[in-house]
């Protein structure tokens, strides 16, 4: 008897055992099966197969034989299986969960229920109408003689029979929820109602209900090509003779063309020359032409972002800390992609290496060699050529016959680094993240999986990349929040890279010139290898940053005041210097709240607890930026209809505004998530600004890292303090991090750069320290709240968020399981709360939260999950975070 544990992506769920039945192959971990779950049919991963004696009684769970085999190896590699499990048990998370997040796109198969119209119900149609009228009659005078309202699952009547089978009629399977999503009130119905008419009609013979697959097993691309043959050469000019065919010129012409390209053209091609399918069909029929189905690649380096780097490397890449000018892009990298690691020049120019670069890169090499696991913190100031290092160990790892990983924290960074990658190392370098099109990631993903790849450069669901023999791990810009997901599995990208490094024994290396505190003190301690760089390339000097009072500044020019004086005159004489300006500001959008003048009453999101945004340029609509809830903004007040309506605050869509309006003849540009949502709009707005077509760039933290602009001399910063002020102890974290790196972006060039930071807070020692990006302050001064606060990296921390209907509800659910939690503590750790979370309501759920702290994190991850197993029902309605970098 043989037992296979299979994960399915079910949220929360445990591994569930399934008979392996004698008609099918043992699975092999990591492959692909369909088993039965409820009702329906769901892929699974098997993690374990077991063998058991024959007259062995069965575990109780294992009562239902697995379905069907799709792969005959592994599908995920078991390396990735094994750390998607240890992502679940660390996380808290069911095992099916962890192990979505390293499929492909298009990997699940699963069943839905289908229904079809019978030959009994065809012929009944007409006569179903006149007897559902007569029944849709006597109902009606039945709920009048009650005098009550239909109910929702009412709306669903047998009277509905006739219109169902009129959509049944063209005799194909229909999906039930098509179904349900057709049907007149069917939005309003209860999902049993349509189910029971279902089955009534089933019951009379009228349909017939099915379960059918969705999805493949496999999703390549294919394409039909046709490719000239032997006898097609030889008929190609030569005048039809007896006995020969009569070509005519479409004809022809397909041979001429297919004559030039033995491979063959794709009929999509060929279509778009003016011949049709037909015709080459016909030239099969005859001999003269091959037909076969090729696969075709959906490669993303097509794409203009990938082709090459901009003028700047541009296109956002982690070549922050590289040593090329404003003419280094690809073609540079691709001059130098064969310097040997160690020999000491840089592709951008030939430049050597500094000193450090040099002592760096030989510590990091020899690590490299001894093949065993090792993490090692590349903490370099900004410029300083992070990005050179990891180009070069990455070719010697590679050249050493092992695969390297390189993570980014954001889509935006990934193309200008890809590009270099793919100058260095040509198509062995695949991408992963999210931005690309299903196609795309799965295509690349098979890539990785087959072993055609040396490198692959992605965002933090990279990690779960299948690459074999792994030597390198590099985690860029480390510290960033954007490696911690926050929905379910609720990893760290960073952290789940170097458990990948331990488990493939692989180097580590974490890069950053603002370290998360919890790296810089293991780096500290010396669990982690140390490696400072201090200087620039080429040596040149750190930005000069002023801070700009704001509050002298309100006092002086108004509350309305949004470019100091300082600013003001500074960027004026920048663009008469014909340089470049990054201006951050980290808030979206025209104005940040709607408020009445008269009460005093905002217009807040109806699903969360925020006020709505006002955006566009004719500020008609206000947005909620967690449900994207919006509607047309009011002329008078919700409350006490007062036609006094403001709009306060300031987003990057004022700021774009007031910068047109103050520098008339200055071309200005925004990036943030709304021009970014947009595919294909970041990339080409970098270009543009790298080329220098923009002079002044507007933007949200997506300006603040990873880019390499040598013309952008002047960075100004809008409310520095914006992030100061959230109910988060890492608040001031952020702060330092974003500020130091958006000054870096400032004088990497031949031209000195100037930072102006505005703030109603210069003393605070996030801003004062990140003017002087003095991290070794920085992190003493933090260290100490988070010492005297017990925070991490202190002690480690769980935030469980509970959400339920009512607030009530939520915090009667939470102290429910913080009574469970607690009940195991024994001293070992503390629970917090519950209390109303920071926000109290999202996307039409009130959330209560509490915290779980202490030092034996084990003990408390398990402490919680043991309550949430005694409260099952509330497994959909609990959010369990694991080292959360927020607790908003």
């Not at 001894?370 to 050179?388: I, N, Q």
């Not at 990054?582 to 104005?591: K, Q, S």
């Not at 505004?657 to 970098?686: H, I, K, Q, T």
Request: net charge positive.
């Amino acid at each position: 008897m043989r037992l296979a544990s299979v994960a399915v992506p079910v949220p929360g769920l445990d591994l569930l055992t399934y008979l392996v039945p004698d008609g099918l192959e043992t699975p092999a971990i990591g492959a692909r099966v369909l088993v039965p779950l409820g009702t329906r049919l769901v892929t699974g991963c098997v993690v374990r197969v077991e063998e058991a004696p024959d007259d062995a009684e069965p575990p109780a769970e294992a009562t239902r034989p697995i379905a069907d085999v799709l792969d005959a190896e592994p599908f995920v590699v078991p390396g990735v299986v094994e750390l998607a499990r240890w992502v679940a048990e660390y996380y808290a998370c069911g095992p099916g969960d962890a192990i979505a997040a390293a499929m492909p796109p298009f990997a699940w198969v699963e069943s839905e229920r289908v229904v079809q119209i019978t030959e009994a119900g065809l012929k009944s149609c007409s006569a179903t109408v006149a007897r559902q009228q007569r029944d849709a009659a006597q109902e009606s005078l039945q709920y009048a003689a009650q005098d009550s309202p239909r109910n929702a699952a009412q709306d669903f009547s047998p009277a509905m029979a006739p219109r169902l089978l009129d959509l049944l009629a063209h005799g194909r399977p229909v999906p039930i929820r098509v179904l349900a999503r057709t049907l007149p009130r069917a939005r309003a119905a209860q999902p049993p109602a349509i189910h029971s008419l279902l089955r009534s009609l089933q019951r009379d013979g009228l349909v017939q209900i099915a379960q059918a697959l969705r999805g493949r097993r496999a999703a390549f691309r294919t394409a039909r090509t046709a490719a000239i043959s032997a006898e097609g050469l030889d008929v190609i000019g030569q005048p039809a003779g007896e006995g020969g065919l009569a070509l005519g010129p479409r004809q022809q012409e397909a041979l001429n063309v297919l004559k030039g390209v033995p491979e063959g053209l794709p009929l999509s091609t060929l279509r778009e020359r003016g011949i049709a399918a037909d015709t080459v069909k016909r030239l099969a029929r005859h001999g003269l032409v091959t037909l076969r189905t090729v696969r075709v690649e959906r490669d993303p380096f097509a794409q203009a972002g990938l082709k090459s780097c901009s003028a700047t490397e541009s296109a956002a890449g982690s070549a922050t800390d590289t040593t090329a000018g404003a003419a280094a892009g690809a073609a540079d990298s691709a001059s130098s992609q064969s310097a040997p690691v160690g020999q000491g020049f840089s592709r951008a120019g030939d430049r050597q290496l500094t000193s450090e670069q040099s002592a760096a890169l030989e510590r990091l090499t020899a690590l490299a060699d001894h093949r065993a696991f090792a993490v090692a913190l590349v903490h370099g100031v900004t410029g300083s050529g992070k990005t050179e290092i990891y180009l070069r160990l990455a070719r010697h790892v590679v050249d050493a016959g092992r695969a390297v990983l390189v993570m980014v924290p954001e889509i935006a960074l990934t193309p200008a680094l890809a590009a270099q990658f793919r100058a260095a190392f040509g198509d062995r370098v695949a991408v992963q993240h999210s931005g690309l099109s299903g196609g795309e990631r799965h295509d690349q993903w098979h890539r990785i999986r087959r072993g055609e790849i040396a490198v692959v450069v992605g965002t933090r669901s990279a990690v779960f990349a299948p690459l074999s023999n792994v030597g390198l791990v590099v985690v860029d810009e480390e510290h960033d929040g954007s490696y911690k997901q926050e929905e379910t599995p609720r990893y760290n990208g960073r952290d789940v890279a170097v458990v990948r490094g331990r488990r493939d024994g692989a180097l580590v290396v974490l890069g950053s010139a603002t370290p998360s505190i919890e790296t810089y003190q293991n780096a500290l301690a010396g669990r982690y290898e140390h490696l400072v760089l201090e200087r620039r390339v080429l040596d040149r000097p750190l930005a000069g940053v002023r801070l700009v009072n704001m509050r002298e500044e309100y006092a002086a020019e108004g509350p309305d005041v949004v470019f100091s004086e300082p600013l003001r005159a500074a960027i004026e004489h920048r663009l008469n210097q014909r340089e470049q300006v990054l201006v951050l500001l980290n808030r979206r959008g025209f104005a940040t709240a709607v408020f009445c003048r008269q009460c005093g009453n905002t217009i807040d999101c109806p699903n969360c607890s925020v006020s709505l945004t006002v955006h566009g340029r004719d500020r008609r609509r206000a947005r909620c930026h967690y449900c994207n809830y919006s509607i047309l903004v009011p002329t008078e007040c919700q409350s006490c209809a007062a036609p006094y309506l403001e709009q306060v605050g300031v987003g990057t869509e004022r700021l774009e505004e007031d910068a047109a309006r103050l520098f008339p003849g200055a071309r200005v540009a925004r990036l943030d998530r709304d021009v970014a949502s947009r595919r294909g709009a970041m990339p080409a707005l970098l270009e543009r600004f790298g080329a220098g077509d923009i002079d002044i760039l507007i933007g949200t933290q997506m300006i603040a890292k990873g880019h390499d602009f040598p013309r952008v001399t002047l960075v100004g910063v809008i409310s520095a303090d914006v992030g100061l002020g959230l109910p988060d102890f890492r608040a001031a974290e952020r702060t330092f991090q974003l500020l130091t790196q958006v000054v870096g972006r400032a004088g990497r060039g031949e031209l000195p750069g100037e930072a102006i930071i505005q703030t109603l807070y210069p003393e605070h020692y996030s801003v004062r320290l990140a003017c002087r990006q003095d991290y070794p302050a920085f992190f003493a001064e933090e260290l100490k709240f988070r010492r005297a606060m017990h925070y991490p990296p202190e002690v480690a921390l769980v935030n469980v968020i509970v959400r339920g209907p009512s607030l009530r509800a939520a915090m009667e659910d939470a102290a429910d399981l913080v009574r469970r939690v607690r009940a195991q503590a024994g001293g070992a750790f503390r629970v917090l709360g519950p209390a109303p979370a920071a926000f109290v309501k999202l996307r039409g759920e009130h959330r209560a939260q509490f915290f779980v702290k202490g030092k034996h994190r084990t003990a408390m991850r398990q402490a919680v999950q043991r309550a949430m197993a005694e409260r099952p029902d509330l497994r959909r309605r609990v959010s369990i975070d694991v080292d959360p970098l927020s607790v908003l």
